[in-house]
């Protein structure tokens, strides 16, 4: 069954994770990704453990799979020929080396589109290409710098990090987005396009409501741990054993939820009657709320409130979201191959392209004879 990026190669020197993410994506879809790594070390995450699997870490595993691994020193002259003849032959190059180092090679944007003009070259940055192009680019700067980390945490507390790199995840989608839009374009053009990310633009556009809410007031949004700032309940509440999340996103949901904690004249009280008189009287919410709660646990509150359609549900760990995605038949793992832990699947399903195919991530070098061989036949073609 052919896959939408059937026929694509993609050309992949990127490393750590905005990057090889985004070409992960790619390799699902169906492209040919051919992984370049340095001699000997590879891709830095391959050392960023524990944990390990047999074959390298759970960090490098996660962004890498589908994969062929090339190993190359582009300070060697017979390597770097051999790397400009895949930026040659490639569909799609994706790259975020330090500013000038690609130049310095020939396989920057104006190189290699000279005698490949078809290229869709997609450059990776933490900071774009300007006056930021010196600064490095990592997760957890971004997220301090660029406001992530004053917004996440509790009111009072230290600013906190999301736990996990959610800027290069949301770089790793913007740039699938960049790169398939640049091959439609293709279609209708014959040229290819540099597309540029950078890990500050993707946290900026990705702060929606709170990044608007900053623009209308000019007053930046404080740290509200797990509270909304524009609705309430909309939160995790103290229940006789755990937590439960609690989200009310308008005035039904909420008698509904009146109802089954046994407290129906909260809906009618003039503190609570409305979602803005609620947010404007969220201590003595909560504090209603909580006492009756109390009375039962998350699990059964959860089930509970699900059933009359209030959103609801005892706050877990990811073992708890992979079982709860199971149970709803969301088939969240899939394996790539009998000597390799499980991965977390593709998230998009497609009625007529389904992804169904997985390999696992390549050993450090695995397919370098077969790609050398490779490129030695097209330029012998």
């Not at 904690?261 to 609620?278: E, K, Q």
């Not at 390999?359 to 695995?366: I, K, N, S, T």
């Amino acid at each position: 069954m052919t896959r939408p990026l059937d026929g694509v190669v993609v050309a992949d020197f990127s490393r750590v994770l905005a990057g090889p993410l985004a070409t992960a994506t790619l390799a699902d879809l169906g492209a040919t990704v051919i992984k370049i790594e340095r001699p000997g070390s590879g891709d830095d995450t391959r050392s960023w453990g524990p944990p390990w699997t047999g074959n390298s870490s759970s960090y490098f595993e996660s962004a890498n799979r589908s994969k062929k691994s090339v190993e190359l020193d582009l300070a060697d002259p017979a390597d770097l020929r051999a790397a400009q003849a895949l930026a040659q032959r490639a569909d799609v190059l994706v790259e975020n080396f330090k500013d000038g180092t690609m130049a310095r090679r020939g396989l920057d944007y104006e190189s290699v589109s000279e005698t490949n003009p078809g290229i869709v070259y997609c450059s990776v940055t933490g900071f774009g290409s300007r006056c930021g192009a010196p600064l490095a680019g990592y997760d957890f700067l971004v997220q301090a710098v660029g406001g992530l980390m004053s917004i996440t945490g509790e009111a009072g507390g230290e600013p906190m990090k999301a736990g996990v790199a959610l800027v290069d995840v949301l770089t790793a989608k913007d740039a699938v987005i960049g790169v398939l839009a640049a091959l439609q374009a293709r279609q209708s053009t014959g040229r290819g396009q540099r597309i540029e990310v950078n890990l500050l633009s993707s946290l900026l556009g990705s702060l929606a409501n709170q990044a608007s809410a900053y623009l209308a007031t000019g007053q930046a949004p404080q740290r509200m741990g797990n509270r909304h700032p524009s609705i309430a309940p909309y939160e995790s509440l103290r229940c006789a054993d755990d937590l439960l999340a609690v989200c009310c996103g308008n005035d039904g949901q909420f008698r509904k939820l009146a109802n089954v904690l046994g407290v129906p004249a909260l809906a009618g009280d003039p503190r609570f009657a409305t979602n803005a008189a609620r947010v404007r009287n969220r201590d003595e919410l909560v504090e209603a709320l909580e006492a009756r709660l109390s009375k039962g646990t998350a699990g059964s509150w959860a089930a509970a409130l699900t059933t009359v359609g209030v959103p609801a549900g005892k706050v877990g760990d990811i073992a708890d979201g992979i079982a709860l995605a199971e149970s709803l038949g969301l088939e969240p793992l899939v394996s790539v191959g009998p000597q390799a832990p499980p991965q977390i699947r593709h998230p998009i399903t497609y009625s007529n392209t389904p992804v169904t195919t997985y390999a696992a991530p390549p050993r450090l070098g695995e397919h370098s004879g077969e790609v050398r061989r490779w490129l030695s036949e097209e330029n012998n073609a």
